[in-house]
């Protein structure tokens, strides 16, 4: 048995000291008083939630790979979809992603060329703080290469017909014949959320003006259903809401990937918890408490409600923690896998990586399951390190971008760096510690000093989030700096310079 919030135990110790200050101050004690206490007692050790964990088991899982692409131009900002077109379309998408968690999903940005701003994944929050934090105001370009989006969306799926959703409000090309023949060659199904009316809308500057163009003519920007002809050609469709796209991925019958994973869920106890707590204050207010009293505290002995696991939990985690500071670290990841929680988890990984057991960290960190977004960029950042140190080079740049995704980070925008150009299978020297090259700076667990270093140290984020109880799905006391709340994921200055790369090459977006 585990308990899922055990500071509430904390509350008991005011029992004792009431019953110290009653025999202190000569107070009598009665049967129904202590009846009333025990009532009390039972009520905190409910909040504390006890638990039995449960054998987790094995599902088998399918779903699609959904590439999203989605239109980043200047003709994005017209009005004639409220708010603006690019607005309607992040609420579109955040709707999308979150109606199919089963599914995989990629985000394609495009203008006058076209870049990931997140590989394949199923982690919906992810991809909502992705969409959320786009900010049309750093984005200059104001032409739309289709094309551009269809060849990435085919490089990002192994599939061997990959669903594309272009998000647009229809370009600037008179007729689509090239892309529309692109996708039928390579057998992309891709189907349009158009974004724009036909009567079309002006583009409000910066300054609040509607933009010219270069002879001073306002510019009206409408909806171009030029485009459509990619759709009708790869049996796709045009859509223009996101219940229609909902039920257009969920007509699409064919599955890109196969897996299993494991589902985990505790018995609760606290009900049980409650009924006896509704028993004792019964007792207390009735004549039937000093006939039964005897009966209870028997009755009380063969239940066994205790705190152990907790105490223990607490033990291993200080244990846990000198040994990773004394450099111990195969004996530390044995302690914290003594404990049961995502913190402790967390640490376990942190300590095989530094053991060198880097497949063994890598399977550890995919375990871990966490609403709190800048620990979630750790957790990913960290795997991407473990898959440079096992050679696995693309793995490591979706784990690096998933963790800029929902934090910018120096180190992680250099070690993105630093593997671009890097091949897979090719061979890093990972024991050199003091000549890292992806090496800036270690964290220290938890409550302790970080010792300053010279000559490098580890870029793994490997500090200690210390907490005891809790589980897959519930939290525990959480670390302030994995508070959400600090600061808002954003893409980083280099994914915008790659958005607007072209910009000067534009002649006539129009």
């Known amino acids: 048995m585990s308990l899922l919030n055990p500071l509430w135990l904390l509350s008991l110790l005011a029992i004792p000291l009431y019953l110290f200050l009653a025999k202190r101050n000569g107070w009598g004690m009665d049967t129904s008083q202590k009846w009333l206490l025990l009532s009390i007692a039972l009520v905190i050790f409910s909040l504390a939630r006890p638990v039995i964990p449960q054998k987790p088991l094995p599902i088998e899982q399918a779903g699609k790979d959904v590439i999203l692409a989605i239109d980043l131009s200047y003709s994005m900002r017209a009005t004639d979809v409220a708010p603006n077109r690019l607005e309607e379309a992040k609420k579109i998408l955040i709707e999308t992603v979150r109606t199919h968690p089963k599914d995989r999903f990629g985000v394609i940005g495009f203008t006058t060329h076209a870049i990931v701003l997140s590989p394949l994944t199923k982690d919906t929050e992810l991809l909502e703080h992705l969409l959320g934090a786009l900010d049309e105001t750093q984005i200059i370009t104001k032409g739309t290469d289709v094309m551009s989006a269809l060849e990435l969306s085919r490089k ?25 023949q692109f996708s039928q060659d390579n057998k992309l199904r891709v189907n349009i959320v158009m974004l724009a009316s036909r009567s079309g809308s002006t583009l409000p500057t910066d300054e609040g003006s509607a933009l010219k163009d270069e002879k001073g003519h306002i510019v009206v920007s409408a909806r171009n259903d030029a485009i459509s002809e990619i759709a009708s050609v790869s049996d796709g469709r045009v859509v223009s809401t996101a219940q229609e796209l909902s039920a257009l991925i969920d007509d699409t019958g064919v599955d890109d990937f196969t897996g299993s994973s494991s589902v985990s869920d505790n018995q609760e106890l606290f009900t049980f918890v409650l009924g006896l707590a509704l028993v004792a204050f019964v007792l207390a207010m009735t004549s039937l408490g000093d006939k039964i009293i005897k009966i209870v505290i028997i009755g009380l002995a ?55 057991k880097y497949q063994e960290a890598l399977t550890q960190y995919r375990r871990i399951r966490s609403n709190e977004l800048l620990f979630k960029s750790k957790v990913y950042y960290n795997m991407g390190n473990c898959h440079v140190r096992l050679g696995e080079f693309e793995h490591a740049r979706n784990a690096f971008l998933k963790s800029l995704t929902l934090r910018y980070t120096k180190e992680a925008d250099e070690n993105l760096r630093f593997i671009a150009q890097a091949q897979e299978k090719k061979t890093l020297n990972t024991r050199k510690e003091k000549k890292d090259q992806f090496s800036k700076d270690e964290n220290a667990p938890t409550g302790e000093k970080k010792e300053s270093k010279s000559g490098g140290g580890s870029n793994m984020e490997s500090d200690m989030k210390s907490g005891g109880g809790g589980d897959e799905g519930k939290k525990a006391q959480s670390d302030p700096r994995f508070s959400a709340s600090q600061s808002k994921a954003k893409l980083s200055s280099r994914q915008y310079e790659l958005i607007n790369a072209r910009s000067v090459h534009e002649t006539k977006p129009w």
């Open 156 to 180: 990002m799926s192994h599939g061997n017909t990959p669903l594309v959703i272009l998000l647009t409000d229809g370009g600037d090309e008179v007729n689509y014949n090239k892309e529309a």
């Open 302 to 356: 063969f239940i066994g409600i205790s705190t152990n696991a907790t105490v223990l939990d607490f033990a291993y985690l200080h244990t846990a923690s000198q040994e990773y500071n004394r450099k111990n670290f195969e004996h530390s990841a044995q302690l914290f896998e003594k404990i049961d929680s995502n913190e402790a988890g967390y640490n376990r990984a942190n300590a095989l990586y530094k053991a060198g």
